[in-house]
């Protein structure tokens, strides 16, 4: 039994959810998303309640009535409040420079790295070497950290690279003098 799926989720009264054909729209101060759902998965809305309900006792379908139920409350979330995400960037002459629609990143390559910005998400620069990243889709933002994450991660020496605000890189102690 999913608990997850089970729950009632509450609207705010400046948000709106509706269900047509199967594609939840949710509409916000923030925006507007949509969901395509899996057809043996209901989505009752109900005044300010949204419940989610499964047609079917098939594993996959059981697997998508928590993650269907999840992926709703992140949208209700997202229009009302929006998702943020901290990076932070450690190492002598590593920066990050906000261009626009472009991120411009040096990590210690012979080359400036450049990763375009999505157009539903928004890069604000706090200083040379922290930036954050703003969206109302959880997932959008999610990934767009772990891209520029991924340019140059966290090595265990040293500690340099570009990591999560508030992340903890487990550290290494490396070679020690023979005696």
């Known amino acids: 039994?999913?608990?997850?799926?089970?729950?009632?989720?509450?609207?705010?009264?400046?948000?709106?959810?509706?269900?047509?054909?199967?594609c939840i729209?949710?509409?916000?101060?923030?925006?507007?998303?949509?969901?395509?759902?899996?057809?043996?998965i209901n989505v009752l809305v109900e005044g300010n309640e949204v419940k989610v309900t499964r047609n079917s006792e098939i594993k996959k379908v059981k697997q998508m009535h928590g993650t269907t139920n999840a992926l709703i409350a992140n949208m209700i979330k997202g229009v009302k409040d929006g998702y943020e995400k901290g990076l932070e960037i450690i190492g002598v002459g590593y920066r990050f420079n906000v261009k626009g629609k472009t991120?411009?990143?040096n990590a210690g390559y012979s080359h400036k790295i450049e990763l375009e910005i999505p157009n539903n998400l928004t890069v604000e620069s706090v200083s040379a070497t922290e930036i954050t990243v703003k969206g109302i889709d959880k997932e959008a933002v999610g990934k767009f950290a772990a891209e520029i994450r991924e340019v140059r991660k966290p090595e265990p020496y040293k500690g340099k690279g570009i990591r999560y605000k508030g992340e903890y890189v487990r550290r290494k102690e490396g070679k020690k003098a023979s005696k």
């Open 1 to 22: 039994m999913s608990r997850i799926g089970n729950r009632v989720l509450t609207v705010p009264e400046n948000v709106t959810v509706t269900n047509e054909n199967g």
């Open 25 to 40: 729209t949710v509409k916000g101060p923030k925006g507007e998303l949509s969901l395509n759902l899996d057809s043996n």
């Open 103 to 105: 991120l411009e990143i």
